[in-house]
């Protein structure tokens, strides 16, 4: 009897997690354009987030920024982790064979995400410093 109060318990947590998981996974279809930016605590330039587009379908993502070779590859979220995890894989471009862990949150329409461009470990909160490779970034949807 332990034992299947045991296996209800992790059916339930197994199910509110791939739920969570296909709700995110929903919201974030779609193409976004970038808000406001920073790297290692130094703002980028309105006219240089101009030049970007995040396009996120299924679990792939596709990034151009105009006039350089765009960056595809693909995605995961761990919607258990606090704050949301997700892990970015390049697969052709730029950053091909590289993965990012990152953390995320999605409120309607705006999406932000924190890259941890070194490749180390998943950032702790929304927030960049100076030498750092910390990448956050608030995306907007393109309707």
Sequence with gaps: MKNISCIALLSI?????????STDVKSLQGKW?????????QPL?????KTITLILTNHDYEVTVTGEQSDYGTWTLDTSANPKGMTI??????????????????????????YDLSGTK???EFKTAAGTKLYLVTYNRRK
């Design 13 to 21: 947590a197994l199910t509110t997690s791939a739920a969570d998981d």
């Design 33 to 41: 354009v970038p808000a406001k930016a920073e790297l290692g605590g």
């Design 45 to 49: 330039p309105g006219d240089v987030l």
């Design 89 to 114: 894989t390049g697969t052709k471009g730029p950053n091909a064979g590289k993965t990012f862990p990152c953390i995320y949150e999605i409120k309607g329409d705006i999406f932000r995400v924190c």
């Design 122 to 124: 998943r950032p702790n």
